[in-house]
């Protein structure tokens, strides 16, 4: 159910809950004066009647003498005592009623009693109770539509703040909930909320920044010895010592080149140099140039589709995601090109399910019987998709293996 309604049911409840409770108090309240005021009205009836009876020894204001509906308690009062009893029963047209009974004269003789009926009060009684009721609907059907639009702005507030928050961990660091909000005056628990959404952003920028600026200043300065390294090893006499130095500082130059690749996607400086060229040939020559024994699959002609991208890039994406599955999966590794999408597919473990749910990070890998892993190609292939304006999916097949889908926008 959401936020609004739940808003909006409570309060109708709250609004019920009082309403109920206020009709109850005035119901009981109500009723406690009809019966005193009908106690009154007996005992002042009873004693106008006894003076008319003493002095006239007549019977008036509908006073009678040992009446057979007198009830049991006023049966017996003491000599001169004026008592009032409530009666409940209902007779013919006469509802609850209150007696007033005094004795006449000394012990053994008749006992003067007065009927007050209290029907026409408790009619009035219950016309009062149904016009509560139905003010308190009333109300409650003016109040309700009202409780739901302030419910619904806090729920849209609320709602946009969630949304703000969700564009953040996209990875939209620029995104904040003031625009969203309409810089609404004043201050509530929303807009607590949507500042300390805003200052966790600003927080997660400042970071960010500061750990790109190190990667990439640390990636800069590498690149000085790195160079240095590769010249000296050609000072090297022939030999293995000589081949496997070279191989491992071969490597980190790439991985210095790596990183600032990937410096220069998170800044944003990266453009691509766009051209029309065959989607089939330059996926085959990106698999060529890796090297690897790869499968090359082709649904239609290699000279269609044509498609309008990047080639260098485009190359970049294929060899990583081939080079990938090659380290990280088992062959056989087939790339497939159909219209404007291509698929890289390996039989190894598949990706792991982190991967799938949060998406490539750097540096993660993983050996071959704990699930497929990756390091900074996937990484940097998906970042260059983006360039692109293309869509790269990573998922496992049914039948076990990493596809990596490429769509490459029209």
Known sequence: MPLRWKIAALAAATACLVALAVGVLVHVWTAMDI?????????????????????TGTLAGGAELDPAELPTALRHPADGDRRVAYDGRVEGNLGPSVWGAQRVGGA???????????????HDL???????????????????????????????RLRRVAETAARISAGD?????????????????????????????????????????????????????????????????????EDLLRARVRDLRGLVEDLLEISRLDAGAEAPVRARVPLAAVVAEAVARTGLDTEVGVAEAPDVPTVETDPRRLERIVGNLVINAHRHGRTPVRVTVEGRTVVVRDHGPGFPADLLLDGPRRFRTGATERGAGHGLGLTIALGQARVLGAELRLDNAPDGGAVATLLLPR
Do not use: K
């Open 35 to 55: 019966r005193s005021r009908a106690g009154m009205e007996a005992t002042n009836t009873v004693y106008s009647a006894m003076d008319v009876y003493r002095r």
């Open 108 to 122: 053994g003789s008749p006992v003067l009693a007065v009927r007050i009926n209290m029907s026409p009060q408790l």
């Open 126 to 156: 219950r016309r009062l109770d149904a016009s509560m009721a139905v003010a308190s609907i009333v109300s409650l059907a003016a109040a309700l539509p009202l409780a739901v639009y302030g419910a619904g702005l806090v729920a849209r």
């Open 173 to 241: 660091l620029d995104a904040r909930t003031g625009p969203a909000l309409g810089h609404a005056r004043g201050r509530d628990e929303v807009t607590d909320i949507a500042a300390t959404v805003d200052l966790m952003a600003d927080s997660l920028g400042r970071r960010l920044r500061i750990e790109r600026q190190f990667t990439a200043d640390v990636a800069h300065e590498l690149r000085t010895p790195v160079g240095g390294l590769l010249a000296a090893t050609d000072l090297l006499p022939p030999g293995e010592t």
